[in-house]
């Protein structure tokens, strides 16, 4: 029986080919549209949710206009993260992330010394592993010296870092210069 279904069904698509590529091209279209759409959908859904408590974690970013563009960043000057603690109640806590320009970075491992570019260096308040759960590769969480160095994947064991900058970070309202950003607060122990 069922195979009569099937030969009926081939002999239509044969006898309408126009209409039936139509009919099919229309389908195979709209079943893409409704796979894409649900993969974008999970996705936004789930983006950054692997953290613990990430309904309470938000970015603060900046609309802006810089002459006749205007913009969206996700940096904000220090001083607001504890501008919005002191004013807001909501705010429990704040961290911030700074992504460095590129930095010429050399380290010696025994009698060798080594030389590169780090072009993905972040700075980070001390408790940006409070908020953020990512797993520590080397060293502890707690940091005993402020300008702490934490490393991912590619580890320096017993080795001496230098960070051979030629710029000097500062900014307007901090009540402290530093020459290298590795951390923006006080250690939160």
């Keep these: 029986m069922i195979k009569n279904y099937f030969k009926i069904a081939w002999r239509n698509l044969i006898h309408h080919r126009l209409n039936s590529s139509i009919y099919i091209g229309g389908l195979a279209i709209a079943l893409c549209c409704v796979l894409f759409i649900g993969i974008y959908i999970e ?3 789930s983006f950054d949710r692997f953290f613990p408590d990430a309904h309470r974690i938000y970015r603060v970013n900046i609309d802006g206009k810089m002459g006749p563009e205007e913009f969206i960043a996700g940096n904000t000057p220090p001083p607001v993260g504890q501008a919005l603690q002191d004013n ?4 429990a806590d704040y961290t911030r992330l700074y992504l460095s320009a590129p930095e010429n970075v050399s380290y010696t491992d025994g009698d060798i010394k080594k030389l590169f570019t780090e072009t993905r260096l972040f700075s980070v308040d001390s408790n940006f592993l409070d908020f953020f759960a990512y797993p520590l590769v ?6 005993t010296n402020k300008n702490s160095l934490c490393f991912g994947v590619d580890g320096l064991f017993n ?4 960070v051979l900058s030629t710029s000097t970070a500062r900014y ?3 009540k402290f210069a530093y020459r290298y950003p590795i951390s923006f607060a006080e250690n939160r122990v």
């Design 88 to 91: 807001f109640p909501e705010v």
């Design 43 to 45: 996705e936004e859904r």
């Design 172 to 174: 307007r309202n901090q």
């Design 159 to 162: 080795a001496t870092i230098n």
């Design 138 to 143: 080397e060293g502890a969480t707690y940091q």
